[in-house]
């Protein structure tokens, strides 16, 4: 079983990622993890601090010459901006020369202050940030590494920006993950690609802020991940509360989720088949899940982000002092962040789906891993 943590804030010294539970001999690399930090940074309406925002990385524990030793694998994410922050988020006993008394509407601010009794709101976002999804994007990445020993693969695209819809027919497959990325708003569509970035500039002229869809796509995965026995170990449970806790992610959709709501039962489930002596479906309404378990097909998952809280034209407010109404105050400047949503859903995904492999197969080390999962495919296709 896998698990991690994560700590540090936004403006402080570093990020840490800690992942317990991989197996020995896992390939890792400082480039590997560059790598998948730097996509997080993608996509068109970042703000200017994306530009700034530099990773720069130290492996503290649980590597050696490039492989997990299978103890917990810990990463350091250095603020590459951290000097300038230096007074104002010291650990040292003393009193903050800014305090920020105005909550944004739509942010942790608030209610955050209410529950830890503070009238300073950075007290508050700086470990609320979306920044913290760095250091999730180096669990993702090791989750990643342990499903392709068994040839799973995920990625994940943008499908809607505001009002823009990209058509969902067409699915990216593991090849087309480049493309994917090469676009400004990681869309797979380039018509929509075009209107996304349309709709990003229209809310930027307007001083405004735009939420969106993403998908996340497995391929490559068993049938049997997950279970119908317990209500804590269903796929479907697990997934959505693993992308609801990514930062402004506020509705999850399975498959075709929402459509077969609307559907009767004759045009809402995937009809069962043979194809080359094995069992598959002759649809993918599922989303690859059924009954809390993978199906063998790909896995479909969608996450819808609201807009970003903080605004160039600041909504109304209270001072949590003065008791006054008031403009919220502004920390960032991002448009549009749904294109790096996915990336930070890609991670959350494949440390679900790395966590239920290594609860089927477990396994000491990698070559433990990948044996007992050629025996399970064995007897699968045997069945």
């Known amino acids: 079983m896998l698990r991690f943590l994560t700590s540090g804030e936004s403006h402080?010294?570093?990020?840490?990622?800690?992942?317990?539970?991989?197996?020995?001999?896992?390939?890792?690399?400082?480039?590997?993890?560059?790598?998948?930090?730097?996509?997080?940074?993608?996509?068109?309406?970042?703000?200017?601090?994306?530009?700034?925002?530099?990773?720069?990385?130290?492996?503290?524990?649980?590597?050696?010459?490039?492989?997990?030793?299978?103890?917990?694998?810990?990463?350091?994410?250095?603020?590459?901006?951290?000097?300038?922050?230096?007074?104002e988020m010291s650990p040292d006993p003393g009193e903050s020369s800014k305090r920020e008394t105005k909550p944004r509407p739509g942010h942790a601010d608030l209610v955050g202050m209410q529950k830890y009794d503070t009238h300073d709101a950075r007290d508050i976002l700086e470990r609320a940030s979306a920044r913290e999804t760095a250091a999730r994007t180096v669990v993702g990445y090791l989750a990643k590494q342990l499903l392709a020993e068994i040839g799973v693969t995920v990625l994940s695209h943008v499908v809607a920006i505001g009002s823009v819809k990209a058509p969902r027919d067409v699915l990216p497959a593991p090849d087309d993950l480049d493309a994917v990325d090469a676009?400004?708003?990681?869309?797979?569509?380039?018509?929509?690609?075009?209107?996304?970035?349309?709709?990003?500039?229209?809310?930027?002229?307007?001083?405004?802020?735009?939420?969106?869809?993403?998908?996340?796509?497995?391929?490559?995965?068993?049938?049997?991940?997950?279970?119908?026995?317990?209500?804590?170990?269903?796929?479907?449970?697990?997934?959505?509360?693993?992308?609801?806790?990514?930062?402004?992610?506020?509705?999850?959709?399975?498959?075709?989720?929402?459509?077969?709501?609307?559907?009767?039962?004759s045009a809402a489930h995937d009809e069962i088949t043979m194809t080359g002596g094995e069992f598959t479906r002759r649809t993918n309404r599922s989303g690859?899940?059924?009954?809390?378990?993978?199906?063998?097909?790909?896995?479909?998952?969608?996450?819808?982000?609201?807009?970003?809280?903080?605004?160039?034209?600041?909504?109304?407010?209270?001072?949590?002092?003065?008791?006054?109404?008031?403009?919220?105050?502004?920390?960032?400047s991002d448009v549009c962040a749904v294109p790096a949503a996915g990336v930070v859903a890609e991670q959350m995904v494949a440390y679900v789906l790395a966590n239920e492999v290594m609860r089927k197969f477990g396994g000491d080390t990698v070559a433990d891993l990948v044996a007992s999962c050629d025996a399970y495919k064995a007897r699968l296709r045997a069945f």
Do not use: C
């Open 12 to 87: 402080g010294p570093g990020l840490v990622a800690t992942v317990e539970g991989l197996p020995a001999g896992l390939t890792v690399t400082r480039e590997g993890i560059a790598s998948e930090l730097a996509r997080r940074r993608l996509g068109f309406g970042r703000g200017p601090r994306m530009r700034l925002e530099k990773d720069e990385l130290e492996i503290l524990a649980g590597i050696r010459f490039g492989k997990t030793l299978g103890g917990p694998v810990t990463v350091l994410i250095r603020n590459t901006e951290w000097e300038k922050w230096r007074e």
């Open 183 to 265: 676009s400004q708003v990681r869309a797979f569509d380039a018509d929509a690609e075009k209107a996304m970035i349309a709709e990003i500039e229209a809310a930027k002229a307007d001083r405004d802020t735009l939420g969106g869809v993403v998908e996340v796509l497995a391929y490559g995965l068993p049938p049997g991940l997950g279970s119908h026995v317990h209500w804590d170990r269903k796929l479907d449970g697990l997934l959505a509360g693993a992308l609801m806790s990514i930062q402004a992610i506020k509705a999850v959709e399975i498959g075709d989720g929402l459509t077969q709501a609307e559907s009767r039962g």
């Open 288 to 332: 690859g899940l059924e009954g809390g378990m993978t199906t063998g097909g790909v896995l479909r998952v969608s996450a819808a982000m609201k807009p970003i809280s903080t605004l160039m034209r600041p909504l109304e407010t209270v001072d949590v002092e003065t008791k006054q109404q008031e403009a919220a105050f502004r920390e960032r």
